[in-house]
């Protein structure tokens, strides 16, 4: 389904919901007469902090769409909750957000995912551009959910192959033990990659000597590791402590400035930016700090726009989804 298709869907509930029991024309949940809401949860604080600032792009590029005259003459408006990157927490701040929102927009994290899914699948809420390719989402994907992000297994696949293409021959993996680390793994194996020592870590451990000195008496020339930023800095410098320097692989979620330092990489790291981000950044005239967050906040502008707001006296805040999608009685089902 399309992006204009869950919204519309959205809208169309949403106006059901606002117009059913009152003869119509009230403000449907997440919609009034001058801003449409979204939510987001997203840890801003937790070991995985750092993806806090997907917030700060959405925001901007909800800025530019409202400095552009918003949709229908209505400001895009973002409501973020920190999440902490624990599911129950997500679970609490979703539940604090479906009250005023539309949809949810660049949710970050591949458990607190999964789990903000079982809170907005009942009630038939989209969420728009998750931060995450983990596998479920590929397996039975959601009718409320429209994914931007690549699976995981993809780009395992990719780091497994590479490793054999650099000649190691024996082959360390450190993986996070959640959907996140497991659908990254089990893309290394698709590769055909024999890993000849695999570790997992929970991601709220701080120590990694253990497992530097672990990876290091097993006598390994590369590690592939699977881990957000903050376990990957102190993981390599874990290893650093010891003098270990096997080859290292990492994920994209952790290829950033401070892992390269962490790793002793010097030089200039290449911005390689999607099309989107760059052109966010060329309207603010200046470097955004979001990642692919404006990916999906761009699918919000351009796909309501296309939908269009109707709040007619007469409306109910309906929008027709078009030939092929499911109506809103269907949506309120869930998944």
């Given at each position: 389904?399309?992006?204009?298709?869950?919204?519309?869907?959205?809208?169309?509930?949403?106006?059901?919901?606002?117009?059913?029991?009152?003869?119509?024309?009230?403000?449907?949940?997440?919609?009034?007469?001058?801003?449409?809401?979204?939510?987001?949860?997203?840890?801003?604080?937790?070991?995985?902090?750092?993806?806090?600032?997907?917030?700060?792009?959405?925001?901007?590029?909800?800025?530019?769409?409202?400095?552009?005259?918003?949709?229908?003459?209505?400001?895009?408006?973002?409501?973020?909750?920190?999440?902490?990157?624990?599911?129950?927490?997500?679970?609490?701040?979703?539940?604090?957000?479906i009250s005023s929102e539309l949809a949810e927009v660049a949710v970050?994290?591949?458990?607190?995912?999964?789990?903000?899914?079982?809170?907005?699948?009942?009630?038939?809420?989209?969420?728009?551009?998750?931060?995450?390719?983990?596998?479920?989402?590929?397996?039975?994907?959601?009718?409320?959910?429209?994914?931007?992000?690549?699976?995981?297994?993809?780009?395992?696949?990719?780091?497994?192959?590479?490793?054999?293409?650099?000649?190691?021959?024996?082959?360390?993996?450190?993986?996070?033990?959640?959907?996140?680390?497991?659908?990254?793994?089990?893309?290394?194996?698709?590769?055909?990659?024999?890993?000849?020592?695999?570790?997992?870590?929970?991601?709220?451990?701080?120590?990694?000597?253990?497992?530097?000195?672990?990876?290091?008496?097993?006598?390994?020339?590369?590690?592939?590791?699977?881990?957000?930023?903050?376990?990957?800095?102190?993981?390599?410098?874990?290893?650093?402590?010891?003098?270990?320097?096997?080859?290292?692989?990492?994920?994209?979620?952790?290829?950033?400035?401070?892992?390269?330092?962490?790793?002793?990489?010097?030089?200039?790291?290449?911005?390689?930016?999607?099309?989107?981000?760059?052109?966010?950044?060329?309207?603010?005239?200046?470097?955004?700090?979001?990642?692919?967050?404006?990916?999906?906040?761009?699918?919000?502008?351009?796909?309501?726009?296309?939908?269009?707001?109707?709040?007619?006296?007469?409306?109910?805040?309906?929008?027709?989804?078009?030939?092929?999608?499911?109506?809103?009685q269907q949506l309120h089902k869930g998944p």
């Amino acid at each position: 389904m399309s992006v204009s298709g869950l919204l519309a869907l959205g809208i169309a509930a949403c106006g059901q919901s606002a117009s059913g029991g009152s003869g119509g024309g009230s403000a449907s949940v997440g919609v009034t007469k001058t801003a449409v809401t979204f939510g987001q949860t997203v840890p801003s604080s937790g070991p995985a902090a750092l993806y806090g600032e997907s917030t700060a792009g959405v925001r901007a590029y909800f800025a530019m769409v409202n400095a552009q005259g918003g949709v229908d003459g209505r400001k895009l408006k973002l409501t973020a909750l920190d999440d902490q990157y624990e599911p129950s927490v997500a679970v609490q701040q979703t539940r604090k957000l479906i009250s005023s929102e539309l949809a949810e927009v660049a949710v970050n994290g591949s458990a607190t995912t999964k789990a903000v899914l079982n809170v907005l699948g009942p009630q038939g809420i989209p969420i728009i551009g998750p931060q995450t390719g983990a596998t479920y989402l590929f397996q039975k994907t959601p009718r409320i959910l429209f994914n931007v992000w690549p699976e995981y297994t993809i780009e395992g696949k990719l780091l497994g192959s590479f490793a054999q293409r650099l000649g190691l021959k024996k082959v360390g993996v450190l993986y996070q033990n959640d959907d996140f680390g497991q659908s990254l793994y089990q893309g290394v194996l698709a590769s055909g990659l024999k890993p000849a020592k695999v570790i997992t870590y929970d991601p709220t451990q701080t120590d990694f000597s253990p497992q530097a000195q672990q990876f290091k008496s097993a006598g390994v020339d590369g590690v592939i590791i699977l881990a957000i930023p903050k376990p990957t800095i102190a993981f390599l410098n874990a290893m650093a402590a010891l003098n270990f320097k096997p080859a290292r692989l990492m994920s994209q979620v952790s290829a950033i400035p401070q892992s390269r330092r962490a790793a002793g990489v010097s030089g200039k790291l290449h911005r390689g930016l999607h099309p989107v981000t760059a052109e966010l950044e060329q309207s603010a005239g200046q470097p955004v700090p979001a990642g692919h967050a404006p990916v999906p906040a761009r699918s919000i502008g351009v796909d309501l726009r296309r939908v269009g707001v109707d709040r007619g006296s007469g409306g109910g805040g309906r929008a027709q989804a078009g030939k092929g999608e499911p109506d809103a009685q269907q949506l309120h089902k869930g998944p």
